[in-house]
């Protein structure tokens, strides 16, 4: 049997990968992998192209709203939605190892992320500068390479501490405690 191909419009360790894992294990799907895609588009665009089977995608948070990303790229292909869900999205403040709180300059992370922790940023971190990024995951990847200076933390899921061997100086920072993002299954 031919593995199942799925795209997802994250990194490793992003909350798209978090919600496919968690699609396969509820639909009993043993048989995958994963194509990390960072955007909705790119996902959709594999989809289009049959290079993948189905995509994974956000639109929507309870906090932070559309997606804007996924739905401009919703309306540039034809789909079908085979499955809507939700995951709890619980959110990190991550900085390279030994970094202190008080050498942070930059915030960076998906804008999505940005807007769930908007206020929190306002209370702890008002003066810093917030920079948008691609995905949550690929800037936790890119502090720990050293594409992002030591002096920039980021906003990114528990596990990419492990993955990308950082410290965590803030976690449950998401503006509310109850955090959901819904996500489509997309299919040809």
């Not at 994963?34 to 049959?50: G, P, R, V, W």
């Not at 691609?134 to 594409?147: E, F, P, Q, Y």
């Not at 596990?159 to 955090?179: A, M, P, R, S, V």
């Amino acid at each position: 049997m031919n593995k199942l191909k799925i795209g997802i419009s994250g990194n490793i360790g992003s909350f798209s990968e978090e919600a496919a894992k968690y699609y396969c294990q509820r639909n009993s799907i043993k048989n995958f992998d994963l194509s990390y895609l960072i955007s909705a588009d790119k996902t959709l665009s594999s989809l289009e192209k049959e290079k993948i089977d189905k995509a994974i995608f956000p639109i929507e948070n309870s906090n932070g709203g559309i997606v804007e990303e996924a739905i401009y790229a919703i309306s540039r292909y034809l789909f079908e939605i085979e499955n809507i869900f939700e995951i709890d999205i619980q959110h990190c403040l991550l900085v390279q190892r030994g970094v202190k709180a008080a050498d942070i300059k930059t915030i960076a992370s998906h804008p999505q992320a940005l807007k769930q922790c908007k206020m929190y940023l306002k209370k702890e971190w008002k003066n810093l500068k917030l920079q948008e990024y691609s995905d949550t995951a690929s800037a936790a990847k890119d502090l720990c390479n050293g594409v992002l200076s030591s002096d920039t933390a980021v906003i990114a899921p528990k596990i990419c501490k492990k993955l990308y061997k950082l410290d965590i100086i803030g976690e449950g920072i998401q503006d509310l405690k109850f955090n959901f993002t819904t996500f489509v299954v997309a299919k040809k």
